[in-house]
């Protein structure tokens, strides 16, 4: 993907220290990082990919840790984008 959208997303997720949290199989970061590739690979429009590497910014059901509280969501807006930052939210 390579756009700059991208280049914020990463740069947001280092700054919340996604590069620090485990995760199964590494850390938080690659994780979300496989995600997004994963998603390319399938041929997802750049939004799709966006919103899987922010996938678990917010937390999930199944994964605790949250990097972003969801009162802060207009900075991951403002990283990835409204319609990115909206399928990860949800």
Known sequence: MGDLREERAL???RGL???RVAHPGGTLLAHLG???DLLGAW???PDL???GLCHAVYGTDGFPVALLPVGRRAEGAGAVGVEAERLAYV
């Open 49 to 51: 990919r966006l919103a």
């Open 17 to 19: 220290g996604a590069e």
């Open 34 to 36: 496989r995600v997004r």
């Open 11 to 13: 740069a947001l997720l």
């Open 43 to 45: 041929g997802a429009r």
